[in-house]
């Protein structure tokens, strides 16, 4: 296995890995520690070149000191990928040898899931490196994030409805969810359950069909989505959802929903700025799941209770970010962004540094 380091002006640690015996090509980037180890998924990608997989790596890795920043983790941000075909390029001897790749950073760098890797794939790095977390409760480890993402976007767009019309309540307000999948489902039961009109879409007709006769939703087709007149446009599938198109369309207040990259640009929050719509970062409202892993890396070890209360703080965290976008006149995107910065040049209290 040949580890290469290279270096990255604004990064501490960025390495290539090379193992001919697995077929192993890989990246790792470490962006900071500076507010503690960093946490970051494993993806898999059929990159066509390291300079594609770097390019990729490092963007990534910074969003996740941002993200772990305002979640107020206690950790820094990196990521790993993996060059490859998830579907054909899988080997236990791959993920194995993946796994001495994160090793060989001493904890600096944890990894998790993430596009193209799966809880199974994750298990094989286990074995050769303690620096990987949600992993199968049964292991001791925390499980699957989607429950604790949809959590903190529900406390999120309670933050956002009190921000837009002075109280929180969800009754006789409108959600239009677009995408019921791992988030989307456990969202949608959250928000039915406190009283909220749900209209839903997904590419599956089954999924749209299940939430409609579970929870008395409407189901429009996935175009309709961005036509519906509602309190909550709720994003839960794909980024880039609002774009030049989709702004002349939107007939909402407020965009609060997990999907990662919702904005096509920076620019496009200005514009919802502009427009008098709130946008709920996000990174800030789909912390839910990176704030329950890193409950697994403290000191005490896993435990539920202090995650709740944890993912639960995404709605104080967005009320900072909405109230730092008020009084510097930007938008929330920019806010966050501001606020994650700040952070992050504060560093650690001396007495949580190990
Ligand atoms: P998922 O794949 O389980 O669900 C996505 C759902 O969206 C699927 O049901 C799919 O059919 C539907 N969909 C796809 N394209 C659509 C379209 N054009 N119109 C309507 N529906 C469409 O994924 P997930 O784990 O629920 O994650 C959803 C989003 O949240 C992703 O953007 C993901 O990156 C982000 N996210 C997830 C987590 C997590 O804990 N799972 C954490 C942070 C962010």
Not at 107 to 117: F, H, L, P, Q, S
Not at 176 to 184: W, Y
Not at 266 to 275: P, S
Request: net charge positive; with cysteine; proline share 4%.
């Amino acid at each position: 296995m040949k580890i290469t380091d290279i270096a990255v002006p604004g990064y501490e640690r960025v390495a290539r890995c090379e193992d001919p015996a697995s077929g192993l090509r890989a990246m790792i980037a470490v962006h900071s520690t500076a507010l503690g180890p960093a946490l970051g998924g494993l993806r898999m990608w059929p990159y066509r070149s390291w300079d594609e997989a770097q390019f990729d790596v490092l963007r990534l890795a910074r969003g996740m000191t941002y993200k772990s920043a305002v979640a107020d983790t206690g950790l820094g941000g990196g990521k790993s990928v993996i060059l490859g075909n998830p579907k054909t390029d899988k080997s236990e001897a791959l993920f194995r040898a993946m796994g001495k790749f994160v090793d060989a950073f001493g904890g600096k760098y944890i990894t998790a899931e993430d596009v193209g890797t799966s809880v199974e794939d994750l298990v094989l790095v286990r074995k050769e490196t303690r620096w990987a977390t949600g992993l199968p409760r049964e292991i001791g480890s925390s499980g699957d994030p989607s429950p604790w993402t949809a959590l903190g976007v529900f406390r999120g767009i309670k933050a956002c409805l009190e921000e837009v019309y002075g109280s929180g309540e969800f009754t006789g307000r409108t959600v239009a969810m677009q995408g019921l999948g791992h988030v989307g489902g456990f969202l949608a039961e959250h928000l039915a359950k406190a009283g909220a009109r749900l209209v839903v879409t997904d590419l599956s007709p089954e999924r749209a069909k299940e939430a409609a006769t579970r929870l008395g939703a409407t189901v429009v087709a996935p175009e309709a989505i961005y036509d519906v007149a509602c309190d909550v446009f709720s994003p839960n599938a794909l980024g880039a959802v609002i774009n030049d198109d989709t702004l002349k369309r939107l007939k909402t207040k407020i965009i609060a929903g997990a999907a990662n990259n919702v904005l096509l640009r920076e620019e496009h929050g200005d514009r919802l700025r502009e427009m008098g719509i709130l946008y709920a970062p996000d990174y800030v409202i789909n912390a839910g799941g990176i704030i329950n892993v890193s409950i697994e890396v403290e000191k005490e070890g896993y435990d539920e209770a202090r995650s709740r209360k944890k993912v639960e703080n995404i709605y104080n965290a967005l009320r900072t970010v909405f109230r730092m976008a008020r009084e510097k006149n930007v938008s929330t995107n920019r806010a966050s962004n501001l606020l994650a910065e700040e952070r992050i040049a504060r560093g650690r209290p001396a007495a949580a540094k190990v």
